[in-house]
C-alpha cells in the first residue's frame, strides 16, 4: 500500500557529511509527521528528527545543530542532512511516515533502512 525508500546512506569519514532522502509512494491521502530514526547494534532505535505536515520540527540533543530535517510535501520526500558527523553516529537509518491512504485508514510506515558508518 506505502512504500518509503531511502537513499544517500554511506561510509564517511568524522566531520564529514551525507544526505538521507526518504521517498513515500502508493496509495496515500496524506502523510502527517515524518521522521528519521536510527539503531546502532545492540541498542534500542531511537528517534533523531522528526518534522510535522506544519512543518514543526523536534531533534533529539545528540543531533541537535549538527543534522537537518526537511521535507518536500509535494513529492512526499524527507531529507536529512547530517554534518559533522561523529563516531557515534554510527547506526542504520530509517525513515518513518504517518500516512492516511485514500481509503483514509491511517498507519505508520516504515523504510528498509540505510547504513551510516562513520570513522575516526
Known amino acids: 500500500q506505502v512504500q518509503l525508500v531511502e537513499s544517500g546512506g554511506g561510509s564517511v569519514q568524522a566531520g564529514g557529511s551525507l544526505r538521507l532522502s526518504c521517498a513515500a509512494s502508493?496509495?496515500?491521502?496524506?502523510?502527517?509527521?515524518m521522521g528519521w530514526y536510527r539503531q546502532a547494534p545492540g541498542n534500542q532505535r531511537e528517534l533523531v528528527a522528526r518534522i510535522d505536515s506544519g512543518g514543526g520540527i523536534y531533534y533529539a540533543g545528540s543531533v541537535r545543530g549538527r543534522f537537518t530535517i526537511s521535507r518536500d510535501n509535494a513529492k512526499n520526500t524527507v531529507h536529512l542532512q547530517m554534518n559533522s558527523l561523529k563516531p557515534e553516529d554510527t547506526a542504520v537509518y530509517y525513515c518513518n511516515a504517518a500516512v492516511t491512504l485514500v481509503t483514509r485508514q491511517t498507519g505508520a510506515y516504515w523504510g528498509q533502512g540505510t547504513q551510516v558508518t562513520v570513522s575516526s
Open positions: 502508493g496509495s496515500i491521502f496524506s502523510i502527517g509527521t
